[in-house]
């Protein structure tokens, strides 16, 4: 009936939490204790709850059960899936209250946010650089490793990045005519 009547009585006294079912403020407050009970055996991965690890194993066997109708996408969540399809649609309700940015995804939103406030968490631990995205500071942990997985299929070009990848294609190949 708590479901029907939206009625939340079960509540975390750390954060703004609220739930119908008594054993969902249990799973809860895992997150604040830092219990993590499911563990994958393959990786280090642990998890709070169950669900989230049944998901992570997902990555390990490469298996994607939730397909848009309109292309060719495939991912391992639901939530990935609804996000995708605001791009067919192109509804964006994710919006910025200090500018005109909009986006398909709240995470999107937040890194947007740090453009704002200059907030930069992600380091690296062998140099001054920090970055407001992650996939940022992988690449850029890429030019201490020396790793240049990116080649050119024309000439001998490696790089680190796919965006340096790009720059040199449009710069070297796109004059030449090759």
């Not at 997902?58 to 059960?65: E, F, L, N, S």
């Not at 907030?119 to 030019?143: E, G, N, Q, R, W």
């Not at 050119?152 to 710069?171: D, F, P, T, V, W």
């Amino acid at each position: 009936m708590l479901i029907h009547t939206g009625d939340k009585p079960f509540c975390c006294k750390l954060c703004d939490y609220k739930c119908t079912i008594n054993i969902n403020l249990v799973k809860h407050m895992r997150t604040h204790a830092g219990v993590k009970p499911f563990a994958c055996k393959l990786c280090n991965y642990k998890s709070a709850r169950n669900s989230n690890l049944v998901t992570h194993m997902r990555t390990h066997t490469g298996i994607k059960p939730f397909a848009c109708k309109l292309c060719d996408y495939k991912c391992t969540k639901s939530r990935s899936l609804v996000a995708h399809m605001r791009t067919h649609t192109g509804i964006k309700p994710f919006a910025c209250k200090l500018c005109n940015y909009k986006s398909i995804t709240n995470s999107h939103l937040v890194t947007h946010m740090r453009t704002h406030t200059g907030i930069k968490p992600f380091a690296c631990k062998l140099c001054d650089y920090k970055c407001t995205k992650s996939k940022s500071l992988v690449a850029h942990m890429k030019t201490h490793s020396g790793d240049k997985p990116y080649s050119c299929k024309i000439c001998e070009y490696k790089c680190a990045k796919q965006s340096s990848l790009r720059k040199h294609n449009m710069g070297a190949h796109t004059t030449t005519g090759e």
